[in-house]
Structure formats: structure tokens, C-alpha cells
């Protein structure tokens, strides 16, 4: 999944793909480069001041409709909020997915998502979105996570979501600290055992960072290795900034796996 930012204040990328064309063309670029979906968000998760509905819509509707119209229908597209109301809008766009990283904080989300035939993603989170949460206190992260996801994901399926069409995502680095966030990735396999299949949204973050001590332009690596890991341990989607290093990363573990062929030539002792 290639992120493509269309906000002025975003945490990677700092606006570089605020304009129309600029974001349009950043989603082409992540298709080109492996992505096999395209996630588009109007508003960053981070603490700040609302933005309007309408003009969120105004943001990443316009993403949707030009990168529909241009990429194959098997890059799928995705938009990254917490309201029902863009979340309807960017569907009708052409939008397959809704990634709400607020864990259906919106009550209208889950019937919304319904009623389009769209499907979703549920994260945990724990805040209200775009408050502060300093200082978060779990008695214990893991099973904590756990029994969030398998509550909205209960919401999710009485609203009439079928299963097939949800995927969990248990929100590393969201309302967590660093040592909470890596105490939930070595037990990643826990979300697995829910039979769902689980994004990881690991590309670049402060975890990454505290863990080598890095800044955010040099965590590449650091966000390689975390993405292997939770392969490993059940991820089958993977949020990325840095779509062409983390494709060729995947195909490898799956050549590794036996899940995919060697894309040859094979001449090596041949």
C-alpha cells in the first residue's frame, strides 16, 4: 500500500504532494513501483485542528477520480479517514478500500462502508481523532489491542460488512509509545489469530527511529527489517512510504516461502 499524502503538513513527506498533479502523480509513481494499492489521505493522524469535512473531501476525491481513471483496475485504491461522510464521497469516486485509523470513532462508518460495498480497514487507536494522548497507559498492550480490534471488528460485522472485506490493523506507534509499540510487534501473531488479514503501518515511524536512534529520512532500513518481521508473523498489507525497496523486499520472503517463483533468468550453475 503507497501513501500519497494530500496534506500541507504531513509527517514524511511535508506537503511535497499537496497539489493536485503532485499527488496524482505520486500515486502513478507507487503503481509503477510495485503497490498494488494506493492509500490517499486529506488529513494527517497526528494532533492538530479539524479540518472541515468538505474540504477534506475537496482534497483526496479529486486523487481518486484522476487515479482511477488512469491506473489498471487491479491497483486498487484506498482513502485514509475517520468520517463517513468522505469515506462515501471517495467511494463514489472510485475508492475500494476505507482505511479509518480511529477504529470507527465515526458511529456512521461501519453502516456507510456497508451500504457502498467497500471494504475496510479497523486500527486501534485510542484517542479521539486529531487529540493528543500523552503519556498512554495500557495494563497490558497486547491483549489490550487485541480485544479493541475484536470489538469493532463485532461492530463492523453487525452493521453488515461482510468478513472477506475486513482488514485489521493494530495501529503501531497510534497512541502507543515506542517500547508499548514493539512490545505489540514481537507479539504480532496474537492479531493473526483473529483470521483476518492485518496491515502493518510501520514505514518510517518514531519506533523505528527511538529504536536506532534516527531521524526520519534515515529509517529506511529499520522500516525494512519491521516489515519483515510482521510478514513473518501475519502482515499482509504493508502502509509504505518507500514503495520499490519494500516490493522487492516482499517478493523475496515469498521466493523464500515458496509462495512465488524466481523471476529468473536461471543461469546461476546452470
Known amino acids: ?43 494527517k493522524f497526528a494532533p ?3 479540518v472541515p469535512v468538505q474540504e477534506e473531501i475537496e482534497r483526496v476525491v479529486p486523487v481518486i477520480d484522476a487515479l482511477r481513471s488512469a491506473l489498471p483496475a487491479h491497483v486498487l485504491l484506498s482513502v485514509d479517514t475517520f468520517h463517513a461522510a468522505v469515506a462515501r464521497a471517495a467511494i463514489e469516486a472510485g475508492a475500494d478500500l476505507i482505511n479509518d485509523t480511529t ?18 480497514v479497523i486500527t486501534h487507536s485510542t484517542a479521539r481523532p486529531r487529540q493528543p494522548l500523552p503519556q498512554p497507559q495500557y495494563d497490558d498492550v497486547v491483549s489490550e489491542v487485541r480485544d479493541f480490534l475484536t470489538s469493532r471488528l463485532q461492530r463492523a460485522l453487525e452493521a453488515g460488512i461482510p468478513r472477506e ?7 503501531p506507534d497510534l497512541n502507543k509509545n515506542t517500547l508499548q509499540t514493539l512490545e505489540m510487534l514481537r507479539a504480532f501473531e496474537q492479531y493473526s489469530s483473529l483470521g483476518l488479514p492485518l496491515l502493518a503501518a510501520l514505514s518510517r515511524k518514531d519506533f523505528v527511529g527511538e529504536s536506532l536512534g534516527l531521524p526520519k529520512e534515515d529509517r529506511l532500513e529499520g522500516s525494512l527489517a519491521a516489515a519483515a518481521w510482521t510478514v513473518g508473523h501475519g502482515a499482509r498489507i504493508l502502509r509504505v512510504h518507500d514503495v520499490q525497496a519494500t516490493a522487492r523486499l516482499v517478493r523475496m520472503l515469498e521466493v523464500l516461502a515458496g509462495w512465488r517463483d524466481p523471476a529468473g533468468p536461471l543461469v546461476h550453475n546452470t
Not at 509503477?32 to 494499492?37: F, S
Not at 472485506?165 to 495501529?171: H, K, N, S, T
Open 165 to 171: 472485506r475486513i482488514v485489521l490493523d493494530p495501529g
Open 1 to 43: 500500500m503507497g501513501i500519497v499524502n494530500r496534506t500541507r503538513d504531513s509527517f514524511f513527506d511535508e506537503g511535497r504532494t499537496w497539489a493536485l498533479e503532485a499527488a496524482v502523480a505520486a500515486g502513478l509513481e507507487a503503481a509503477r513501483a510495485g503497490a498494488d494499492l494506493i492509500d490517499v489521505g486529506g488529513v
Open 103 to 120: 477504529g470507527l470513532s465515526d458511529p456512521l462508518m461501519a453502516s456507510t462502508v456497508a451500504e457502498t460495498g467497500a471494504s475496510l
Open 48 to 50: 492538530g485542528e479539524p
